[in-house]
């Protein structure tokens, strides 16, 4: 938003750019829809060099098509049409009163002009191109005009505005610096200059958001066209043209659609710079630009390709890791049961739920017998190769919904959602007779059989109000059952 105090600069500015008496004449004559030709060709007539220029334009081989040359201003209109007679007359006025020559510093005032016809130039043609019906003259207007709010800040800002352009700035990073030095871009001075000239409200807006991005690809809009001009331009007057041309790609159609466009936009920029006194831009060659734009396209998809390949890795590396990590936090490296922390977690949960809903919970606690003294005679290696058959044992005697898990050492939980206190004892006497029917390991060819001293608990045996509480009591029971004799069950 255009400052109280940068508008008032403009409006007090005697170097702001300005039209003459008999152009203000014609754009206040062309906003009426009823219009006769010979005022406004009175208007233009006091404009001798303007006019001279109007009747070279329209006699043009584009414009004459074979017809026979124009040698009136009316007849010049007439061929041109109304809205391009003022837009030329507007811009040709700008060029001449403000200057169109180069500068070593602040605005170029040469490549300000070269930018400006060849986006106009550009707006029309893409405009008559897309297969919608757009009013191609009045978009040359407003591309034409769009960074006309260049010209006002380098009249009313001078030096500040030097600095602002200083460097190799791309069009775009010009708009930033602008706001950032001065409040407002140029997209923004050149639409309130547009308003004050009398121009139509749909030529300030287009102006305004000239730099904007195009929301649509498939059904190009007149403001969108003007958006692309300037992007267009760049094709010729910026480094490295296929770049710009690959970033248009998604607006411009197929191959043969930016062909057509390319060419015909480059055929008239001669015409148009010559009535502007300014060198047209370096010829192009459209053919190569199209296949450097679609190398460019497909080395970027290539790259882009390898990347996601890159991250489909990486996230499938950070998924195993988070795996492991979820493995590591829940499991027991050695019997592959729940580890003690996950186990407790998981019976808190079923203790709230069974306190929650009345169901059936309980628990068994089992410790093995003379442990010690397996890894005493046999070794640890061979004591892990007890626990990790006896988890396999405690796995296989469990049904569905039981779950298992290490506590600690030789100490192991099975946890009963929904089974009562018989049921608990019943799978108790499966696990031990399992033991004592048949032997857990083997070393060095000779069975080793193992015993395990077992405490059983159920929710009602008595009034638990912590998880903790159930699991002391299974814990005195087991140890209840190694001070009678171990090799047996406790439940009571």
């Given amino acids: ?63 004459t098509l074979g017809g026979r040359p124009a040698s009136t201003l009316r007849e010049a209109v007439e061929r041109l049409g109304l809205e391009m007679s003022v837009s030329l007359a507007l811009g040709f006025s700008l060029a001449r009163s403000y200057g169109n020559r180069a500068r070593t510093k602040g605005l170029d005032l040469h490549k300000y002009w070269q930018r400006s016809l060849t986006s106009a130039i550009a707006a029309r043609e893409l405009a008559r191109h897309v297969p919608n019906e757009l009013d191609s003259d009045t978009i040359f207007t407003a591309a034409l005009l769009q960074d006309i709010g260049m010209l006002a800040l380098d009249a009313v800002e001078g030096p500040i505005y030097a600095d602002t352009l200083g460097g190799n700035l791309q069009h775009d990073e010009i708009s930033l610096r602008e706001r950032i030095d001065l409040g407002a871009d140029h997209t923004e001075i050149g639409a309130w200059l547009a308003a004050t000239w009398g ?18 690809q498939q059904s190009l809009t007149g403001g969108e066209c003007v958006m692309l001009s300037g992007r267009l331009a760049d ?36 015409i148009i710079a010559e009535l502007f006194d300014v060198d047209a831009p370096d010829r192009i060659d459209p053919q190569q630009l199209l296949f450097e734009s679609k190398q460019l396209l497909l080395e970027r998809s290539l790259n882009l390709y390898e990347r996601l390949k890159k991250q489909e890795r990486e996230l499938a590396q950070l998924r195993e890791n988070n795996a492991k990590l979820s493995e590591a936090v829940r499991f027991d490296p050695l ?22 809903d009345g169901s059936r919970l309980s628990l068994v606690f089992i410790d093995l017998d003379h442990f010690k003294q397996i890894n005493d005679k046999h070794g640890h290696h061979f004591g892990d190769e007890v626990l990790r058959a006896f988890a396999k044992l405690l796995q296989g005697t469990s049904e569905p919904g039981t779950i298992v898990g290490r506590y600690g050492g030789e100490e192991f939980l099975a946890i009963l959602k929904n089974r009562s206190h018989s049921e608990a004892s019943a799978f108790a006497d499966t696990l031990c007779a399992k033991l004592r029917d048949q032997p857990l390991v083997h070393h060095a060819g000779v069975p080793v059989f193992i015993t395990a001293s077992v405490g059983v608990v159920s929710l009602g045996d008595g009034d638990f109000s912590l998880p903790k509480e159930m699991i002391h009591i299974a814990d005195q029971r087991m140890y209840l059952s190694k001070r009678q004799g171990r090799n047996r069950i406790t439940a009571q």
């Fill in 199 to 216: 121009l139509s409200p749909l030529s300030c807006e287009w102006i305004r958001y000239s730099h904007d991005c195009p929301v649509n």
């Fill in 335 to 356: 019997t592959r049961l729940f580890n003690r922390q996950y186990l407790m977690q998981l019976f808190e949960s079923c203790f709230c739920e069974a306190q929650s």
């Fill in 235 to 270: 094709i010729w007057l910026a480094p490295d043209g296929h770049k710009t041309l690959a970033q248009l790609e998604p607006w411009l159609g197929d191959d043969t659609f930016r062909s057509e466009l390319l060419g015909s936009i480059q055929e008239q920029l001669p």
């Fill in 1 to 63: 938003m255009i400052s109280d105090a940068l508008r008032q600069s403009l409006a007090t500015c005697p170097t702001l750019p300005s039209l003459p008496a008999a152009v203000l004449k014609v754009i206040e004559l062309a906003r009426d829809p009823d219009v006769k030709l010979q005022p406004l060709v009175e208007a233009l007539n006091h404009d001798p060099a303007l006019t001279v220029r109007l009747i070279s334009l329209a006699n043009t081989v584009y414009y």
